[in-house]
């Protein structure tokens, strides 16, 4: 007898994985992949025993798609070995999306990959089932792996105590935890993607190796589906866009420091607008510290002991500064330059403060990942009775700040990690703990445990938004903290006359600035809603007799707030249209003898909607409305 969910299910003595997947007649190719015998993964050959709980694990799931992917990376290994066999096998973890194999003494281009791939779906029909041996000690396993130094390096960096395994298929033997697939049958739809270096180990001290990427379903649906995913995705990539619309670029004279271009200054403007609104009605306070602090400081907040390798330095006066690479610190200082009453708290304190850290070269992408960046960092001061009432009110800003870019947004509670790994004592990570969830309870919105996942100093909720196509992005989080006050002695004066130490929430809701630009930027893919948009209004004059028509209009315009300008070129109107669309302004007014003389506009939106003949006035006002209210839709346009 076994434990299946809430069921209880007889099983022969001995009964395995496979004995369970076929009672429950699971056995489709996205079925079925491993086991999950009192929580430990294993493959779906391993025997259950009597009385335990056992749970099959699909490709629907993390675990599953894992397993797909792993096992999926071997296949790719073993292809590539038959057809170069003087390759040398590292690494092939399953990746977010997929999974790649690292080879030394390997060069390839994708010119390659047909011939790879065909290999691959060979292996794949010969439907091995990978079988999984393992060794009594380190020194047998060594001995299995020693022509393959790369192998040998990652057995002596393992425990002496662990457990070392490897799995066999067809000809293909390699070092392995597992678990795999329990056929390589279940692979339906198989395909490489690129191609890259990596360094050995991600140390750019080591030998340059070459890495595949490839991608693996259980369902060929699923693969066309997943390619017309990346397609969307390629053609949103920010960094394309945002030359495209002369937004940003970046410069070898600053690496991984972007330059934001007078078109993407409005956009960042709008933004910070919209935060400083939000915030003065959240009754926030906002401040401004410096980017330059000393070592003292950055050793007081325990930074300069873990995080100095990431830390631009300076060395003034005989003494060394940092660049702040977060502005909690400084917000501390700011605390504790004043005394403070039970009365005051909670204090709200926000700061969109520029930082900087020094990310290895091969980790910058884009906006995405960039040294110099600015965070909408806040701390709230509070009592520990206000936990669960100033998370809620925190909960409030994420949901108006993401809801007003059309984003859905998931929520992950993280709690204590290991003790050897965090500080303070049982009760105030219970006290803490319990605020978080009491509050998510009460917020409503679904939410899953992290378990041993929080901060070493406090449990925390991060934030993940889910763009248009579907991809997910962790951008903010909202953490409690008990170690930066204790460290810089912070305390209020309560109520019975005794100072206390507040308890503070750590919480930026954009993250970075420039990776949050760079999500929407992806999001809408470079079509911006009006009261983001960079270019709003183009008039475009017929012929060169309209010109001095078309500047009054965009004048007129102006007045009223609108942003507004005229294409002046030679061109003709289709091609000035055109142009304008693809600078993706959101309306362009032609005006022409007709225009001139009824004192109109013919209004045309980007998604080549004609609207034909309106009052300057009337469109002013519909248009001032629109940006007013920060739609994310305008009655002109068709979406």
């Known amino acids: 007898m076994i434990a299946h969910g809430d069921e209880k299910l007889e099983l022969p003595e001995k009964a395995t994985g496979k004995d369970l997947a076929e009672k429950l007649n699971l056995r489709d190719p996205h079925q079925s992949l491993a086991v999950k015998v009192d929580g430990e993964m294993k493959d779906l050959t391993s025997p259950i025993p009597e009385g335990s709980s056992a749970t099959l694990v699909h490709f629907d799931e993390p675990d599953g798609k894992e397993i797909f992917w792993h096992s999926s990376a071997h296949v790719l290994a073993q292809a590539v070995l038959r057809l170069y066999p003087n390759a040398v096998p590292t690494i092939g973890p399953p ?31 010969e439907n091995h089932k990978p079988e999984r041996t393992e060794f009594d000690d380190k020194k047998q396993t060594l001995e299995t792996f020693k022509t393959n130094p790369y192998k040998c390096e990652l057995i002596q960096s393992f425990d002496d105590a662990g457990t070392f395994s490897a799995y066999k298929q067809g000809e293909f033997f390699d070092l392995c935890r597992g678990p795999h697939l329990p056929s390589l049958g279940k692979i339906k739809a198989f395909k490489l993607l690129k191609t890259s270096g990596a360094y050995w180990r991600g140390d750019s001290q080591n030998e340059m190796l070459t890495r595949i990427y490839g991608i693996s379903f259980p369902d060929k649906k699923q693969l066309k589906d997943y390619l017309h995913f990346l397609e969307e995705a390629k053609k949103r990539d920010h960094r394309v866009i945002g030359n495209k619309l002369d937004l940003f670029s970046f410069s070898e004279t600053a690496p991984g420091m972007p330059f934001i271009h007078p078109s993407g200054m409005i956009i960042w403007n709008y933004l910070l607008d919209f935060w400083k609104e939000l915030h003065r009605e959240a009754n926030y306070l906002e401040i401004k510290t410096p980017q330059l602090m000393s070592q003292d400081l950055w050793a007081k907040s325990g930074h300069w002991d873990h995080y100095k390798e990431n830390m631009y330095t300076s060395d003034i006066d005989e003494k060394t500064y940092a660049l702040k690479p977060m502005n909690c610190p400084g917000c501390m200082i700011y605390f504790k330059s004043q005394t403070h009453s039970y009365r005051e708290l909670p204090r709200r304190v926000a700061e969109f403060g520029h930082v900087h850290r020094h990310e290895a070269s091969g980790s910058v992408n ?142 930026a809701i954009f993250g970075s600035i420039e990776r949050f630009f760079g999500i929407i930027i992806e999001h809408f893919a470079g079509r911006f809603p009006l009261w983001l948009s960079p270019r709003q209004v183009r008039v475009i004059p017929v012929s060169e007799k309209h010109f001095e028509y078309a500047n009054r209009v965009c004048s007129a315009l102006k007045q009223k707030g609108i942003p507004c300008d005229v294409d002046a070129s030679n061109e003709s109107v289709s091609k000035k249209v055109r142009s304008a669309q693809l600078l993706q302004y959101n ?36 248009i001032k409305k629109e940006f007013k209210e920060r739609a994310l839709t305008s009655p002109y346009h068709k979406s």
């Open 95 to 125: 990746i977010e999306n997929g999974f790649y194999y690292d080879f030394a003494n390997l060069n390839i281009s994708i010119e390659d990959f047909p011939k790879i791939e065909k290999e691959a779906q060979k292996i794949i029909k």
């Open 366 to 507: 884009g906006m995405f990942r960039v040294r110099s960046f600015h965070q909408d960092d806040a701390h709230v001061f509070m009592k520990p009775s206000d936990i669960k009432n100033e998370i809620i009110e925190v909960l409030k800003l994420v949901k108006r700040t993401y809801e007003q870019f059309g984003l859905k947004y998931t929520l992950e509670l993280s709690t204590r990690p290991d003790k050897a790994k965090s500080i303070g004592s049982d009760e105030e990570w219970e006290m803490t703990t319990k605020g978080l969830k009491d509050a998510l309870d009460e917020w409503g919105h679904p939410y899953q445990i992290n378990e041993g996942d929080g901060a070493f100093y406090g449990p925390k909720i991060d934030l993940h938004i889910q763009d248009s196509i579907g991809r997910s992005w962790q951008c903010g989080t909202i953490q409690l903290d008990m170690s930066l006050p204790e460290r810089f002695d912070l305390v209020y004066m309560d109520s019975d006359g005794i100072e206390k130490r507040p308890i503070m929430i750590h919480r």
């Open 587 to 622: 309306y362009m007014l032609t005006v022409g003898d007709k225009e001139v003389e009824n004192a109109t506009i013919n209004l045309r939106t980007r998604d080549n909607v004609v609207h034909g003949e309106l009052k300057v006035d009337s469109f002013a006002e519909e």
